[in-house]
């Protein structure tokens, strides 16, 4: 399975005060993990360079390079702005999403397949994993040790150990 190399961090939803500043609904677990890039990408692949951020609220107000006044700003409305994956290193045990949607998910004990990962909620506690199986029907899972084995992200596999009642 390949690995995306530019992931989705947030969307530029409008413009924030008059010298070309932007307000970014960040789409990473903390506002704050957005600030920490000088340089995110838009789609194609374009480098965007970042003067300054800082979180206000949930929102991320963004300087970008070259963008100096209000109608530049609104030119970027609605624009995904993207970070490069070689940028960001995980905890041990952390993933990115959408490294997670398409894994197939199975049975420790007896390689029983449930189905694969459609969509991930963020809960606060713990995420939690959309299983969906081959008939249709979705099943919801907890991210917690007691039922998530093993991630092989490369082999497109999550082994899960069910707890009673998980899947009935």
Not at 73 to 98: M, T
Not at 124 to 130: F, I
């Amino acid at each position: 399975m390949e690995k995306k190399k530019l992931l989705e961090a947030g969307k530029i939803v409008t413009v924030f005060g008059i010298k070309g500043e932007v307000k970014v609904q960040p789409w990473c677990d903390t506002p704050d993990f957005l600030c920490e890039f000088d340089t995110l990408y838009y789609k194609s692949g374009t480098p965007v360079m970042i003067e300054r951020s800082r979180v206000q609220k949930n929102m991320v107000i963004m300087k970008i390079d070259g963008t100096d006044t209000v109608e530049d700003a609104q030119k970027l409305r609605n624009r995904v702005l993207y970070i490069d994956r070689d940028d960001v290193e995980l905890e041990e045990g952390s993933y990115f999403i959408q490294d997670l949607i398409g894994l197939e998910v199975i049975e420790s004990k007896d390689g029983k397949l449930y189905g694969k990962i459609a969509d991930v909620t963020q809960t606060g506690a713990n995420d939690v994993y959309h299983i969906k199986s081959d008939d249709g029907k979705e099943y919801l899972i907890p991210a917690i040790p007691e039922v998530i084995d093993s991630v092989d992200i490369e082999g497109g596999v999550m082994k899960i150990t069910a707890l009673d009642g998980l899947f009935d």
